[in-house]
Protein backbone atom coordinates (compact mmCIF):
# COMPACT_ATOMS: atom_id res chain seq x y z
CA UNK A 1 0.00 0.00 0.00
CA UNK A 2 1.40 3.37 -0.97
CA UNK A 3 1.38 5.84 2.34
CA UNK A 4 -1.43 8.40 2.35
CA UNK A 5 0.15 11.57 1.88
CA UNK A 6 -2.42 14.03 1.81
CA UNK A 7 -2.71 12.99 5.82
CA UNK A 8 1.22 11.87 5.94
CA UNK A 9 1.52 10.16 9.69
CA UNK A 10 4.68 9.22 10.87
CA UNK A 11 4.42 5.98 13.90
CA UNK A 12 7.89 5.19 14.06
CA UNK A 13 11.50 5.33 12.59
CA UNK A 14 13.46 2.12 12.54
CA UNK A 15 17.48 2.82 12.23
CA UNK A 16 20.17 0.64 11.44
CA UNK A 17 23.81 1.16 11.42
CA UNK A 18 22.85 4.65 10.98
CA UNK A 19 25.99 6.88 12.48
CA UNK A 20 26.47 5.65 16.14
CA UNK A 21 23.28 3.52 16.43
CA UNK A 22 23.13 -0.12 15.73
CA UNK A 23 19.64 -0.97 15.38
CA UNK A 24 16.64 1.05 17.33
CA UNK A 25 13.08 1.97 16.69
CA UNK A 26 11.53 4.64 17.92
CA UNK A 27 7.78 5.40 18.35
CA UNK A 28 6.12 8.58 17.06
CA UNK A 29 3.89 10.36 19.00
CA UNK A 30 1.22 11.58 16.22
CA UNK A 31 1.32 15.05 17.45
CA UNK A 32 4.48 15.53 18.99
CA UNK A 33 7.47 13.78 19.86
CA UNK A 34 9.92 15.88 21.91
CA UNK A 35 13.48 13.55 22.69
CA UNK A 36 15.28 14.43 25.39
CA UNK A 37 18.92 13.24 26.80
CA UNK A 38 22.34 14.05 27.48
CA UNK A 39 24.87 15.38 24.64
CA UNK A 40 25.47 12.41 22.33
CA UNK A 41 22.58 10.13 23.22
CA UNK A 42 21.43 10.35 19.66
CA UNK A 43 19.07 13.12 19.61
CA UNK A 44 20.01 14.92 16.87
CA UNK A 45 20.93 11.12 14.68
CA UNK A 46 17.45 10.52 15.08
CA UNK A 47 15.96 13.75 13.62
CA UNK A 48 18.97 13.28 10.90
CA UNK A 49 17.52 9.97 9.96
CA UNK A 50 14.01 10.71 9.63
CA UNK A 51 15.22 13.88 7.84
CA UNK A 52 16.96 11.50 4.74
CA UNK A 53 13.88 9.49 4.72
CA UNK A 54 11.85 12.14 4.04
CA UNK A 55 14.13 13.91 1.74
CA UNK A 56 14.02 10.93 -0.43
CA UNK A 57 10.48 11.76 -1.11
CA UNK A 58 11.78 14.73 -2.85
CA UNK A 59 14.19 13.02 -5.46
CA UNK A 60 11.96 13.55 -8.13
CA UNK A 61 10.70 16.47 -7.23
CA UNK A 62 13.98 18.86 -6.67
CA UNK A 63 17.60 19.00 -8.16
CA UNK A 64 20.32 17.05 -6.29
CA UNK A 65 21.90 19.46 -4.52
CA UNK A 66 18.64 20.97 -3.40
CA UNK A 67 17.19 17.62 -1.63
CA UNK A 68 18.53 18.34 1.34
CA UNK A 69 20.00 14.90 3.72
CA UNK A 70 21.48 12.56 2.02
CA UNK A 71 23.59 9.75 3.14
CA UNK A 72 27.88 9.88 3.11
CA UNK A 73 30.14 7.36 3.82
CA UNK A 74 30.68 8.85 7.09
CA UNK A 75 26.78 8.24 8.08
CA UNK A 76 27.50 4.26 8.05
CA UNK A 77 28.62 3.09 11.91
CA UNK A 78 31.63 2.60 12.54
CA UNK A 79 32.34 -1.33 13.69
CA UNK A 80 35.26 -1.28 16.28
CA UNK A 81 36.98 -4.30 17.21
CA UNK A 82 36.33 -5.40 21.19
CA UNK A 83 40.11 -5.69 21.78
CA UNK A 84 41.02 -2.89 20.11
CA UNK A 85 43.02 -5.04 17.12
CA UNK A 86 43.34 -3.59 13.67
CA UNK A 87 42.04 -0.67 11.79
CA UNK A 88 37.68 0.07 12.48
CA UNK A 89 35.68 -0.61 9.48
CA UNK A 90 32.17 0.45 8.88
CA UNK A 91 29.31 -1.04 8.54
CA UNK A 92 28.48 -1.55 4.98
CA UNK A 93 24.28 -2.19 5.15
CA UNK A 94 22.59 0.68 6.70
CA UNK A 95 18.73 1.26 6.55
CA UNK A 96 16.25 4.09 7.63
CA UNK A 97 12.81 2.76 7.99
CA UNK A 98 9.42 4.84 8.42
CA UNK A 99 6.27 3.40 9.27
CA UNK A 100 3.40 5.66 8.10
CA UNK A 101 -0.07 5.20 8.53
CA UNK A 102 -0.32 3.60 5.06
CA UNK A 103 2.87 1.72 4.75
CA UNK A 104 6.63 1.87 4.96
CA UNK A 105 9.03 4.76 3.26
CA UNK A 106 12.26 2.94 3.41
CA UNK A 107 15.46 3.87 2.27
CA UNK A 108 18.26 1.20 2.02
CA UNK A 109 21.89 2.27 1.07
CA UNK A 110 25.21 -0.31 1.15
CA UNK A 111 28.84 0.97 1.24
CA UNK A 112 30.73 -0.70 -1.64
CA UNK A 113 34.65 -0.89 -1.82
CA UNK A 114 35.16 -0.41 2.23
CA UNK A 115 38.92 -1.70 2.54
CA UNK A 116 39.61 1.09 -0.03
CA UNK A 117 40.70 4.50 -0.03
CA UNK A 118 37.40 5.86 -1.29
CA UNK A 119 34.20 3.40 -0.17
CA UNK A 120 31.01 4.56 -1.97
CA UNK A 121 27.64 5.15 -0.84
CA UNK A 122 24.92 2.86 -3.08
CA UNK A 123 21.13 3.30 -2.60
CA UNK A 124 19.29 0.43 -3.50
CA UNK A 125 15.54 1.86 -4.70
CA UNK A 126 12.10 0.69 -4.87
CA UNK A 127 10.77 4.04 -6.01
CA UNK A 128 6.96 3.79 -5.40
CA UNK A 129 7.15 6.67 -2.65
CA UNK A 130 8.81 8.82 -4.22
CA UNK A 131 6.87 8.44 -7.68
CA UNK A 132 3.74 8.99 -5.52
CA UNK A 133 5.00 12.11 -3.77
CA UNK A 134 5.68 13.40 -7.40
CA UNK A 135 2.35 12.57 -8.88
CA UNK A 136 0.49 14.20 -5.53
CA UNK A 137 2.21 17.50 -6.25
CA UNK A 138 1.66 17.87 -9.60
CA UNK A 139 -1.93 17.86 -8.68
CA UNK A 140 -4.67 20.01 -6.72
CA UNK A 141 -4.49 18.05 -3.95
CA UNK A 142 -3.35 19.44 -0.44
CA UNK A 143 -0.14 17.90 0.28
CA UNK A 144 2.00 17.69 3.18
CA UNK A 145 4.67 20.42 4.06
CA UNK A 146 8.00 19.10 5.18
CA UNK A 147 10.89 20.71 6.74
CA UNK A 148 13.94 20.07 9.00
CA UNK A 149 14.94 22.83 11.62
CA UNK A 150 18.67 22.89 12.63
CA UNK A 151 20.50 23.84 15.52
CA UNK A 152 21.68 27.00 13.41
CA UNK A 153 18.86 28.29 11.79
CA UNK A 154 17.75 32.05 12.12
CA UNK A 155 20.56 33.56 10.11
CA UNK A 156 20.05 36.40 8.08
CA UNK A 157 21.75 35.73 4.96
CA UNK A 158 22.66 33.86 2.74
CA UNK A 159 19.83 32.24 0.90
CA UNK A 160 20.11 30.76 -3.16
CA UNK A 161 17.34 33.98 -4.54
CA UNK A 162 18.57 33.21 -8.13
CA UNK A 163 17.31 29.31 -7.70
CA UNK A 164 13.88 30.83 -5.65
CA UNK A 165 12.46 32.37 -8.37
CA UNK A 166 12.96 29.52 -10.50
CA UNK A 167 11.02 27.39 -7.92
CA UNK A 168 7.63 29.02 -7.27
CA UNK A 169 4.76 27.06 -7.05
CA UNK A 170 4.37 23.71 -5.40
CA UNK A 171 8.07 22.91 -5.87
CA UNK A 172 9.07 25.94 -4.52
CA UNK A 173 7.89 24.62 -1.09
CA UNK A 174 10.26 21.88 -0.55
CA UNK A 175 12.87 24.21 -2.05
CA UNK A 176 16.17 24.00 0.67
CA UNK A 177 13.07 22.44 3.30
CA UNK A 178 16.19 19.98 4.75
CA UNK A 179 18.76 22.60 4.26
CA UNK A 180 21.53 23.85 7.61
CA UNK A 181 19.89 26.81 7.54
CA UNK A 182 16.90 28.96 7.50
CA UNK A 183 17.73 32.01 5.91
CA UNK A 184 15.73 35.13 6.48
CA UNK A 185 15.93 36.45 2.89
CA UNK A 186 14.56 33.55 1.90
CA UNK A 187 11.44 34.11 3.27
CA UNK A 188 11.65 38.18 3.02
CA UNK A 189 11.99 37.64 -0.52
CA UNK A 190 8.91 35.50 -0.76
CA UNK A 191 7.10 38.35 1.30
CA UNK A 192 8.10 41.21 -0.49
CA UNK A 193 6.98 39.41 -3.65
CA UNK A 194 3.70 38.29 -2.08
CA UNK A 195 3.08 42.18 -0.43
CA UNK A 196 3.86 43.61 -4.23
CA UNK A 197 1.10 41.01 -5.68
CA UNK A 198 -1.65 42.12 -2.93
CA UNK A 199 -0.95 45.71 -3.49
CA UNK A 200 -1.61 45.41 -7.54
CA UNK A 201 -4.92 43.29 -6.71
CA UNK A 202 -5.46 45.94 -4.11
CA UNK A 203 -5.59 48.45 -7.16
CA UNK A 204 -7.69 46.35 -9.39
CA UNK A 205 -10.43 44.73 -6.63
CA UNK A 206 -10.42 47.29 -4.03
CA UNK A 207 -8.33 48.41 -1.02
CA UNK A 208 -9.94 45.71 0.92
CA UNK A 209 -8.61 42.69 -1.04
CA UNK A 210 -6.34 40.83 1.24
CA UNK A 211 -4.21 38.25 0.19
CA UNK A 212 -4.83 35.41 2.46
CA UNK A 213 -0.74 33.48 1.87
CA UNK A 214 0.51 36.72 3.27
CA UNK A 215 -2.64 36.66 6.22
CA UNK A 216 -1.54 33.69 7.22
CA UNK A 217 2.19 34.12 7.60
CA UNK A 218 1.22 37.00 9.52
CA UNK A 219 -0.82 35.06 12.04
CA UNK A 220 1.59 32.39 12.43
CA UNK A 221 4.33 35.14 13.57
CA UNK A 222 1.82 36.48 15.72
CA UNK A 223 1.03 33.37 17.36
CA UNK A 224 4.01 32.10 17.56
CA UNK A 225 5.92 35.60 18.76
CA UNK A 226 3.05 37.39 20.31
CA UNK A 227 5.21 40.49 20.71
CA UNK A 228 5.33 40.88 17.04
CA UNK A 229 2.89 42.41 15.07
CA UNK A 230 2.73 44.51 11.87
CA UNK A 231 4.25 42.59 9.58
CA UNK A 232 5.45 44.66 6.26
CA UNK A 233 7.79 45.77 4.14
CA UNK A 234 9.12 49.63 4.85
CA UNK A 235 11.53 51.91 3.46
CA UNK A 236 13.66 52.28 0.62
CA UNK A 237 15.29 49.78 -0.20
CA UNK A 238 12.76 47.80 1.54
CA UNK A 239 13.03 45.94 4.53
CA UNK A 240 11.45 43.51 6.53
CA UNK A 241 9.66 45.52 9.51
CA UNK A 242 7.31 45.16 12.36
CA UNK A 243 6.07 46.06 15.98
CA UNK A 244 7.48 44.64 18.88
CA UNK A 245 6.29 45.36 21.99
CA UNK A 246 7.74 43.63 24.84
CA UNK A 247 6.48 43.65 28.23
CA UNK A 248 6.88 47.06 29.95
CA UNK A 249 7.79 48.89 27.11
CA UNK A 250 6.34 51.20 24.60
CA UNK A 251 6.21 49.79 20.45
CA UNK A 252 8.74 49.92 18.83
CA UNK A 253 8.98 49.48 14.88
CA UNK A 254 12.34 47.62 14.29
CA UNK A 255 13.52 45.82 10.98
CA UNK A 256 14.42 42.11 11.03
CA UNK A 257 18.24 43.20 11.13
CA UNK A 258 17.54 44.86 15.05
CA UNK A 259 16.09 41.39 16.24
CA UNK A 260 17.57 39.33 18.84
CA UNK A 261 18.69 36.71 18.02
CA UNK A 262 15.82 34.65 20.50
CA UNK A 263 13.37 36.92 18.23
CA UNK A 264 14.46 36.68 15.25
CA UNK A 265 15.15 32.66 15.59
CA UNK A 266 11.30 32.44 15.67
CA UNK A 267 10.39 34.94 13.16
CA UNK A 268 12.58 33.10 10.46
CA UNK A 269 10.70 29.57 11.42
CA UNK A 270 7.03 31.01 11.20
CA UNK A 271 7.44 32.84 8.17
CA UNK A 272 9.49 30.18 6.71
CA UNK A 273 7.18 27.11 7.64
CA UNK A 274 4.05 29.34 6.81
CA UNK A 275 4.69 30.36 3.57
CA UNK A 276 5.98 26.75 2.53
CA UNK A 277 2.41 26.06 3.42
CA UNK A 278 1.15 28.83 1.43
CA UNK A 279 2.89 27.85 -1.74
CA UNK A 280 2.54 24.46 -1.29
CA UNK A 281 -1.13 24.49 -0.69
CA UNK A 282 -3.04 27.54 -2.07
CA UNK A 283 -6.12 26.23 -2.35
CA UNK A 284 -6.69 26.31 1.29
CA UNK A 285 -8.28 29.22 3.17
CA UNK A 286 -6.19 29.05 5.83
CA UNK A 287 -2.65 27.25 4.34
CA UNK A 288 -1.75 27.22 7.65
CA UNK A 289 -4.04 24.18 8.75
CA UNK A 290 -1.85 22.11 6.22
CA UNK A 291 -0.42 18.68 7.39
CA UNK A 292 3.00 18.21 7.28
CA UNK A 293 5.59 16.55 9.20
CA UNK A 294 8.42 19.30 11.35
CA UNK A 295 11.85 18.60 12.86
CA UNK A 296 13.26 21.14 15.02
CA UNK A 297 16.66 20.40 17.00
CA UNK A 298 16.50 22.23 19.91
CA UNK A 299 13.27 24.05 19.99
CA UNK A 300 15.18 25.87 22.84
CA UNK A 301 18.01 27.45 20.79
CA UNK A 302 18.57 31.42 21.85
CA UNK A 303 15.10 31.59 23.81
CA UNK A 304 14.61 33.14 26.93
CA UNK A 305 13.36 30.96 29.47
CA UNK A 306 10.13 31.78 30.16
CA UNK A 307 10.09 32.21 25.57
CA UNK A 308 10.64 28.71 26.10
CA UNK A 309 7.64 27.60 27.98
CA UNK A 310 5.21 28.62 25.66
CA UNK A 311 7.18 27.73 22.12
CA UNK A 312 5.66 24.29 21.84
CA UNK A 313 2.25 25.55 22.74
CA UNK A 314 2.32 28.31 20.42
CA UNK A 315 3.66 25.89 17.51
CA UNK A 316 0.75 23.00 17.79
CA UNK A 317 -1.37 26.55 18.08
CA UNK A 318 -0.23 27.86 14.84
CA UNK A 319 0.31 24.91 13.08
CA UNK A 320 -2.85 22.30 14.33
CA UNK A 321 -1.93 20.20 11.81
CA UNK A 322 1.28 19.50 11.77
CA UNK A 323 3.18 16.24 13.51
CA UNK A 324 6.34 18.27 15.22
CA UNK A 325 9.25 16.15 16.03
CA UNK A 326 12.07 18.12 18.56
CA UNK A 327 15.12 17.46 20.56
CA UNK A 328 15.05 19.90 23.94
CA UNK A 329 17.79 20.22 26.51
CA UNK A 330 15.06 22.75 28.43
CA UNK A 331 13.51 21.71 31.67
CA UNK A 332 11.34 24.85 31.05
CA UNK A 333 10.00 23.25 27.27
CA UNK A 334 9.30 20.13 29.69
CA UNK A 335 7.08 21.16 31.80
CA UNK A 336 4.60 22.45 29.16
CA UNK A 337 4.50 18.47 27.93
CA UNK A 338 2.49 15.27 28.30
CA UNK A 339 4.23 12.09 29.09
CA UNK A 340 3.12 10.54 26.09
CA UNK A 341 4.87 13.43 23.87
CA UNK A 342 8.37 12.77 25.90
CA UNK A 343 10.69 9.93 24.89
CA UNK A 344 14.48 10.43 27.13
CA UNK A 345 17.39 8.93 25.45
CA UNK A 346 20.22 6.57 26.82
CA UNK A 347 22.81 4.36 26.16
CA UNK A 348 22.90 0.77 28.44
CA UNK A 349 25.55 -1.59 26.97
CA UNK A 350 25.90 -0.06 24.27
CA UNK A 351 22.46 0.07 23.20
CA UNK A 352 20.21 2.80 22.38
CA UNK A 353 17.54 2.72 25.65
CA UNK A 354 14.01 4.95 25.05
CA UNK A 355 12.80 5.81 28.32
CA UNK A 356 8.67 7.08 28.35
CA UNK A 357 8.97 9.65 31.34
CA UNK A 358 5.79 10.31 33.56
CA UNK A 359 4.01 13.43 32.56
CA UNK A 360 5.91 16.41 33.41
CA UNK A 361 3.76 18.94 32.67
CA UNK A 362 3.08 21.53 35.24
CA UNK A 363 6.04 20.77 37.20
CA UNK A 364 8.69 23.27 38.71
CA UNK A 365 11.51 23.13 36.31
CA UNK A 366 14.08 23.10 38.93
CA UNK A 367 12.78 19.61 39.69
CA UNK A 368 12.95 18.13 36.08
CA UNK A 369 16.43 19.46 36.01
CA UNK A 370 17.07 17.05 39.02
CA UNK A 371 15.33 13.95 37.83
CA UNK A 372 14.69 14.20 34.23
CA UNK A 373 18.22 16.03 32.93
CA UNK A 374 19.94 14.08 35.92
CA UNK A 375 21.92 17.73 36.98
CA UNK A 376 21.54 19.17 40.43
CA UNK A 377 19.72 22.07 40.72
CA UNK A 378 22.91 23.86 41.84
CA UNK A 379 26.42 23.68 40.57
CA UNK A 380 29.37 21.50 41.36
CA UNK A 381 31.04 22.32 44.32
CA UNK A 382 34.63 22.60 42.59
CA UNK A 383 33.00 25.79 40.22
CA UNK A 384 31.25 27.57 43.02
CA UNK A 385 32.58 28.97 46.52
CA UNK A 386 29.20 29.10 47.50
CA UNK A 387 28.32 25.41 47.05
CA UNK A 388 31.41 24.42 48.62
CA UNK A 389 31.11 26.57 51.90
CA UNK A 390 27.18 24.88 52.01
CA UNK A 391 28.53 21.66 51.38
CA UNK A 392 30.64 21.86 54.15
CA UNK A 393 28.62 23.61 56.95
CA UNK A 394 25.73 21.13 56.05
CA UNK A 395 28.15 18.40 57.16
CA UNK A 396 29.28 19.75 60.07
CA UNK A 397 25.88 21.00 60.96
CA UNK A 398 24.49 17.06 60.62
CA UNK A 399 27.31 16.09 62.57
CA UNK A 400 26.55 18.59 65.66
CA UNK A 401 29.63 20.91 65.22
CA UNK A 402 27.52 23.90 63.55
CA UNK A 403 28.87 26.31 66.49
CA UNK A 404 33.29 24.84 65.61
CA UNK A 405 35.56 27.45 63.83
CA UNK A 406 35.43 26.02 60.50
CA UNK A 407 31.32 25.35 60.31
CA UNK A 408 31.21 29.02 61.26
CA UNK A 409 33.63 30.04 58.04
CA UNK A 410 32.12 28.08 56.06
CA UNK A 411 28.43 30.09 57.20
CA UNK A 412 30.06 33.73 56.83
CA UNK A 413 31.61 32.89 53.25
CA UNK A 414 27.96 31.40 52.41
CA UNK A 415 26.26 34.87 53.84
CA UNK A 416 29.27 36.86 51.62
CA UNK A 417 28.64 35.48 48.55
CA UNK A 418 25.02 35.24 48.22
CA UNK A 419 23.00 36.74 51.70
CA UNK A 420 19.43 36.43 50.29
CA UNK A 421 19.54 32.46 49.52
CA UNK A 422 16.65 30.83 50.84
CA UNK A 423 18.93 27.82 52.09
CA UNK A 424 20.59 30.17 54.72
CA UNK A 425 17.02 30.28 56.48
CA UNK A 426 16.53 26.42 56.37
CA UNK A 427 20.26 25.98 57.57
CA UNK A 428 19.29 28.60 60.53
CA UNK A 429 15.84 26.25 61.01
CA UNK A 430 17.61 22.83 60.75
CA UNK A 431 20.09 24.20 63.43
CA UNK A 432 17.73 25.00 65.79
CA UNK A 433 15.98 22.24 65.18
CA UNK A 434 18.92 19.97 66.10
CA UNK A 435 19.32 22.50 69.25
CA UNK A 436 16.05 21.89 70.57
CA UNK A 437 16.33 18.25 70.34
CA UNK A 438 19.57 18.35 72.30
CA UNK A 439 17.96 19.93 75.41
Known sequence: MIPDFNSLLLKSVRIENFRAIDQATIPLHRQLTVLVGDNATGKTTILEAIAVALSSLL??????????????????????????????QRADDLVISLETNGNEITCHYLLDDTYSDQPRVRQRRD?????????????????????????????????DSVYRRQSKGRLGAYHLAFDTRVYFDESVNWFEEAENAELRDQRERGSDFVDRRLMSVRYAVEKLVPEVSELRMLGRPPQLSMTLQSEGQAPRLLTAGQLSSGFRTMVALAMDLARRMADLNPHLEDPTQS????LIDEIDLHL??????????????????????????????????????????????????????PSTEGAESGRLLSTVMGVSERPPADVSDFVRALEKYASLLRAGKADTQPALKALQEMQTVSPDDPVLATLDLEKRRLAARRI
Open 127 to 159: GSSERWFHQLIDTDQTAPVLAYYRDDRGQLHGG
Open 304 to 357: HPRWQQLVVKGLLEAFPNVQFIMSTHSPQVLTTLREDSILKLGWVDGKLKLEQL
Open 59 to 88: RNSTPPSRRGSRVSVEDFRTLIDKDLLGEP
Open 291 to 294: PGVV
